[in-house]
């Protein structure tokens, strides 16, 4: 069973539109991380949240913990090229400290 | 700045044969992790070191499946007997500690034919 839901699975926005990614888990979040993905490449680090209510911004990139709704979103304002990838988030619903859990990704692609 | 390196990036292989991969964490960084991705999928965990101790292996990898990190520096992931279903991307990641941020390699991409 998935234990992190990513929606939507895939995204077509035109550039200069503003997008919103959702993930939900089903267990208590302890803290949410978000990366994007190239195709074929590794993940890079783009934010960690981790208190409920905790909001966080880089450059055009927005994502918020909800942590009595068990959420995160991620939104990109003014959406170009670069933007284009596959965002996936990750968590530690163990409280391990080591193996986080992932959600299966959205594909984003941003058209001219 | 030196991020986590991985080596090869891609790599092809015939069924039975066995093969290792290499991943040098970031310098100081005392905990690496092995994870697996396969087509659609988000990473799944394979195992972590804490310096050279291997302290968890997820059920995943089986006893095909062996890493190590010796010196508590750079870390092998060796599967013996390759098998197709083994195809998928292999990645590697480290951190300074528990619950600090897992910074993550390129990769390698594995074929078994």
């Known amino acids: 069973s998935q234990e992190l839901e990513q929606s939507p699975q895939s995204l077509i926005v035109q550039e200069g539109k503003n997008l919103t990614i959702n993930c939900t888990s089903s267990?208590?979040?302890?803290?949410l991380y978000w990366y994007k993905q190239k195709y074929g490449e590794g993940l890079i680090f783009l934010m960690m949240?981790?208190?409920?209510?905790e909001e966080k911004s880089h450059e055009k990139i927005t994502a918020k913990l909800d942590e009595k709704k068990q959420q995160s979103s991620l939104h990109i304002t003014a959406s170009q090229p670069s933007h284009a990838g596959i965002y996936l988030c990750?968590?530690?619903?163990?409280?391990?400290?080591?193996?986080?859990?992932f959600g299966k990704g959205t594909s984003l692609l941003v058209t001219p | 700045d030196t991020g986590v390196s991985q080596d090869p990036r891609h790599k092809i292989t015939k069924r039975g044969q066995n093969v290792t991969f290499r991943c040098d964490p970031i310098?100081?960084?005392?905990?690496l992790y092995w994870y697996r991705q396969t087509l659609g999928q988000g990473p799944e965990f394979l195992t972590y070191?804490?310096?050279?101790?291997?302290?968890?292996k997820s059920r995943l990898l089986s006893d095909r499946f062996s890493a190590e990190r010796p010196k508590g520096s750079f870390s092998t992931l060796e599967i013996q007997r390759t098998e197709q279903g083994d195809s998928a991307m292999y990645l590697c990641?480290?951190?300074?500690?528990?619950?600090?941020?897992?910074?993550f390699g390129p990769g390698t991409r594995l074929l078994v034919l």
């Open positions: 990641a480290s951190s300074y500690g528990p619950w600090e941020t897992q910074y």
């Open positions: 267990k208590t979040l302890y803290g």
């Open positions: 949240l981790q208190k409920g209510g």
């Open positions: 990750g968590a530690d619903q163990k409280r391990s400290g080591y193996a986080l859990n």
């Open positions: 310098s100081e960084h005392n905990r």
């Open positions: 070191f804490q310096n050279e101790a291997q302290l968890e």
